[in-house]
């Protein structure tokens, strides 16, 4: 695709670099709109989004160093390059909720509240980061003759050269434009606190399990398992959120009082 926009002597403007500075910009003016409309005041979703951001970043970053600590040991300084690609979703997904619960003083209540008002603004700029990695050519797909096979020429991409792939970026930016639609719909139909951001949880989780399958990109392992870093934290947080959800509309539910 069109890894770098602009490319002159020693100034170069590269795409991932730039739709993530975007991304950012339209989850957090997403997020202060969300803010205003529930009452809530702007300089609290300024604080938490910019503590959230921060996890979110360092999330993403350390675990893709950890996954490809090659690439890194003889040059700590790259480890803060990070406009030419090299992050992790979920390692990002993973920090950005323990910022969160960290930031809330691990108040329930707050937390599940400020993380219902992010959601619909971390899908937005998500969306905007997966076509960052699409004209990088990152997280790329496996090789497929299919009709939906896309191929990249430029050789500053991340992706192979000239060999068609599935589109996965595509796909998840497909997923992520699915998600925002249910995310939004259900913010002004939630029953209990949490409710918006669990199900955000859960469609992440599910979309990023389908997708990943067809990543031909190298993940790593985990404990020698078929299972990338990502599908294992993914599968963790599918599998915490659905009984965090099971258990909050249990308890939603109203009690029987005993009859006399």
């Keep these: 695709m069109y890894p770098e926009l602009i490319h002159l002597d020693s100034i170069i403007l590269r795409s991932y670099g730039l739709l993530i500075a975007l991304a950012i910009a339209i989850s957090f003016a997403t997020g202060l709109i969300l803010f205003r409309k529930q009452g809530l005041p702007l300089e609290e979703g300024l604080r938490s989004g910019l503590f959230m951001l921060f996890g979110a970043v360092a999330g993403a970053r350390l675990m893709y160093v950890f996954m490809h600590w090659d690439r890194f040991a003889t040059g700590l300084d790259s480890i803060l390059k990070i406009s030419g690609g090299g992050m992790i979703y979920w390692g990002g ?86 998600i925002i639609c249910v995310v939004l719909w259900l913010r002004d139909r939630k029953k209990f606190e949490g409710q918006v951001f669990l199900w955000y949880l859960i469609l992440e989780a599910n979309a990023s399990l389908l997708v990943e399958r067809y990543r031909g990109d190298f993940r790593g392992q985990v404990f020698g398992m078929n299972m990338s870093p990502g599908q294992f934290l993914a599968t963790l947080i599918l599998i915490g959120a659905v009984i965090a959800l099971l258990i909050k509309a249990r308890n939603k539910l109203p009690r029987k009082t005993p009859s006399n």
Excluded at 98 to 126: H, N, Q, V
Excluded at 149 to 164: K, N, W
């Design 93 to 178: 997904v993973t920090g950005c909720v323990l910022a969160l619960w960290i930031y809330s003083g691990i108040r329930s209540s707050y937390f599940w509240r400020l993380g219902d008002t992010w959601a619909p603004a971390a899908a937005f700029g998500i969306a905007v980061g997966w076509i960052g990695c699409l004209l990088a050519g990152c997280c790329y797909g496996l090789p497929t003759n299919g009709p939906l096979a896309i191929t990249f020429h430029d050789t500053a991409s991340l992706a192979p050269v000239g060999t068609p792939l599935y589109p996965t970026q595509v796909y998840y930016v497909m997923a992520e434009v699915t």
